[in-house]
């Protein structure tokens, strides 16, 4: 049975920590194996590449047909039928629009003592885009990691995707050329990371790897980050929803259940002030469970990392307990989840009122689905625009300007002990050398 | 003698590649110790944190001296001269006055389809601060961490700086206060890290820790990032100058060595079009390097790193290398130099002009001074507001709206066989269940 907690239970906040402190850790038993894979494509090249593409995923490539050509783009993506293409062409278009309110502001002005002043923003050079092959292989998460980064102006937006056994996915090719991606490898796992990351023969480098992978794709990314850019390491996926007894308790657990089936780690909490409502719930949980296509996979997420609270007044304690579990989707069923939005802080993304699944976000709302799990909203973002851009500030000083600032400056530098950076100010204005006792 | 490079040497190309190639390789030999000391502090908290305190500062501490009281701290501070204090103070109201400008603007609309769309921004609640004991302890280190996370609206900012032999530094005391730093705590190293990122019985755990340190601590820093945020691991410090010969070699020559008096692995290059003019500079290097009082460290950080390049046309060529180069810090000295910086892409910050020498960017510019290193501004930026600061998506549908949007949706859903996800739209827009097909 799923886990039930209470806040009027006096050992409520002793299972509260226990269902925070339960989430998984980070895997890193694979990271010695990656370790050998990277070194061994930084060494070799495409050669290393073909050989663990022809091991891992049974496809023999050249260095001729590790890139996918045109033709066999389109005619995979012209496979996929109609209706889902219209259905992903909304979903690229709301995706797009949302996220040029993202484009930043740059920043110039002159301060009143002539200082000139400015922060600029430029998108990165080049992207690596991983996909996920097999049944991971989400056209939607292609949409939401390639749409941000040519609303960026990346130049060149390139992705690898493996395809074991040959099999070549119609879905993400479509995904892949409404957002406008300008490459296709058809390679995986860390061979692939390490291909975007150190440049092959015929893979150039790239400056920022993003996307989903497994255990071995996550380690790679770690461990190539520094060389490249990378964005969050995702851990399971979650969902909170703050709901009171006026909804209908087969609609949230549906809500429940789209996040569950992700994976049998994912968790999925309910945060009520009706414990008949709860009851309610749960039970709407297990009729759902009957029919749907993944329950197995549902229900032990479910009964592993799920969780129903229920609370005296949701006003007044639903927010710290979303805020310690800062959660990756909160969804707020409840008359006025304005107000209640207000009052939290930390959560990677909102669904608002009765009428928005938190799944209609992972596809067609526009905001991005890719966010912070593990509590990552206290301190980190979903991702978006931003983080295909970098700033750069910019300072101009004419002598006047120097003049005015240019002493604190000498101060600061003599009293850190730095010499070269008071020289580089002091002769300019002409200002005595430091004293004998700085200089010894 | 420093590298001399001239593009119309055959193999500028290949002594090109070999100077970016040369910066220095993360070191992960402290990996091991790190993480024994950081599973300690977790396990013993305060006791662990005051036996290394003891072993590796000499500092015996209990419980109630682990945190500087504000006596101690005001006595420290008291201790500044009044013209250092001054400039700290002009300092601080700078870099204040720079960042609020990138306080973020939040996004709210409702599109066409009635959905109501948004991006909202909030503070992280705790964010540790590391400041270096000993000769690397830096006030406006202090001041460039500390400013934007206050700027931000972060409500607790607690630093720790170690105290070696029980020396207490009152220029780093006197910025804590000046920055608004919320409480002290005296310890430092991998135990500091641990201290902030767990919390122990005395110390608060923090969402996010910034700050320099050395390879214990960025070790510790990259082994707890999960558990909370951390800022970028920096590297040794770069300046690239791009200098035309109408510059006073002595001015130039100070330029490079303020930031190769950081480091011995610190890097000063210099593109110029004039062969002449490179000479004297490098002549006026020598001069500089015979009275400063770090030049021990300047010069072997200039022969072992530094480097001039001389091209035919900076106007064409200059941008080109200085992209690859991606510096932490550029100077454009030259006439037009609003020009030139319009034509890079890749700079952590640029200082335009003859008149705005880098170190008074390091000090009293405004703009932040903790910027990537090791060409991280291909894909990063500098320290800001920003980054004490997480965005949430909202999105919110009244029936009308998800009627329009959910069918696309839905079939996403069935597409990618996430059965749950139809459903928790469907059930809201009685559409019928998933095809018998999808639903096996």
């Known amino acids: 049975m799923v ?6 239970d006096p050992a409520f906040d002793e299972a509260f920590a226990g269902l925070l402190a339960a989430r998984a850790e980070f895997d890193t038993s694979v990271d010695p194996v ?13 050669q290393a590449v073909i050989d663990y593409t022809q091991r891992f995923d049974r496809v023999h490539l050249t260095t001729h047909t590790l890139r996918l050509d045109d033709e066999t783009i389109d005619d995979a993506a012209g496979r996929v039928d109609p209706e889902t293409l219209a259905a992903l062409n909304t979903a690229s278009e709301r995706i797009t629009r949302f996220h040029e309110h993202q484009r930043p502001t740059d920043i110039a002005f002159t301060d009143p003592t002539g200082v000139r002043l400015g922060q600029r923003h430029t998108p990165v050079d080049a992207v690596g885009l991983y996909v996920p092959g097999g049944t991971a292989a989400y056209p939607s998460s292609v949409l939401m990691n390639a749409i941000p980064a040519k609303v960026a102006g990346v130049e060149r937006l390139t992705m690898v995707v493996p395809t074991p056994d040959g099999v070549i996915n119609p879905l993400v090719m ?3 050329r409404l957002a406008g991606v300008d490459e296709i490898f058809r390679i995986g796992g860390a061979q692939a990371v390490g291909a975007l990351a150190y440049g092959t023969g015929t893979i150039a480098p790239v400056d920022k790897i993003v996307g989903p992978g497994n255990a071995y794709v996550a380690s790679a990314k770690k461990q190539v980050f520094g060389t490249v ?3 969050m390491i995702a851990g399971p996926s979650e969902i909170l929803v703050v709901a009171d007894r006026d909804n209908d308790p087969a609609w949230i657990a549906a809500d429940l259940l789209s996040q569950a089936e992700h994976d049998e780690a994912a968790q999925a909490i309910l945060i009520t002030d009706d414990a008949a409502f ?3 719930v749960a039970e709407a949980v297990e009729g759902h469970l009957r029919t749907l296509p993944r329950s197995a996979i549902a229900a032990e997420s479910w009964r592993r990392h799920g969780a129903l609270i229920v609370v005296e007044d949701l006003d007044e304690q639903a927010p710290p307990l979303v805020d310690a579990i800062a959660p990756e989707h909160l969804e707020l069923a409840v008359a006025d989840p304005d107000a209640l939005a207000a009052r939290v802080r930390h959560a990677g993304a909102i669904f608002l009122g009765r009428h928005t699944p ?5 596809y067609v709302g526009g905001p991005n689905h890719v966010l912070p799990t593990s509590r990552g909203a206290r301190f980190s973002s979903g991702l978006g625009v931003l983080d295909f851009m970098k700033r750069t500030t910019l300072l101009g000083c004419d002598a006047n300007a120097l003049a005015t600032i240019g002493p604190s400056a000498v101060r600061l530098a003599q009293a850190e002990g730095l010499g070269a950076h008071g020289l580089s100010v002091a002769i300019r204005l002409n200002m005595p050398r430091e004293r004998p006792a700085d200089a010894g």
């Open 3 to 8: 886990a039930e907690l209470n806040t009027a």
């Open 34 to 46: 990656v370790a050998e894979i990277l070194a061994d494509v930084r060494a070799r090249g495409d």
């Open 174 to 176: 479509a995904a892949a």
């Open 229 to 231: 850019g990378i964005d």
């Open 278 to 280: 709860a009851r309610a």
């Open 358 to 362: 938190e799944a209609v976000g992972d």
